[in-house]
């Protein structure tokens, strides 16, 4: 997957929204009722390295892979960064993506769970 399909896989799920926060920070998030789930980085030298939120388990699996390293301040929350998402394989890629949005979605309230399903 290249840049422009993940920034599209994200925004596939229900309530997912993009925003770009502009200088200083130069981030394009990916959120699910106000939650982040993954995010971009707009800057030079890290234009379009790519983070998301992982289980402690994968978090030691996945940073001791090439191209993936912890993220910067969000690590102790299990944030990986991915240096060139297209190094990634486009399935796996997909469920490390979803089971961020999951787990922003299971933090909302069930109210806004329904909400955002159209229930």
């Not at 998030?29 to 995010?39: M, N, Q, T």
């Not at 997909?94 to 979605?105: G, Y």
Request: hydrophobic share 35%.
């Amino acid at each position: 997957m290249d840049v422009e399909q993940t920034k599209a896989f994200c925004l596939s799920f229900p309530g997912a929204e993009e925003s770009l926060s502009g200088p200083p920070a130069n981030i394009l998030s990916y959120k699910v009722g106000g939650k982040k789930f993954a995010y971009f980085k707009t800057s030079k030298p890290e234009q379009w390295r790519f983070s998301f939120r992982v289980t402690p388990s994968r978090f030691l699996e996945l940073t001791d892979q090439p191209g993936i390293k912890p993220a910067r301040y969000m690590h102790r929350f299990h944030w990986v960064t991915v240096v060139k998402v297209p190094s990634v394989p486009e399935d796996y890629l997909k469920e490390l993506i979803q089971w961020s949005w999951e787990k922003a979605f299971s933090s909302l309230p069930k109210k806004v769970q329904r909400e955002l399903r159209g229930e």
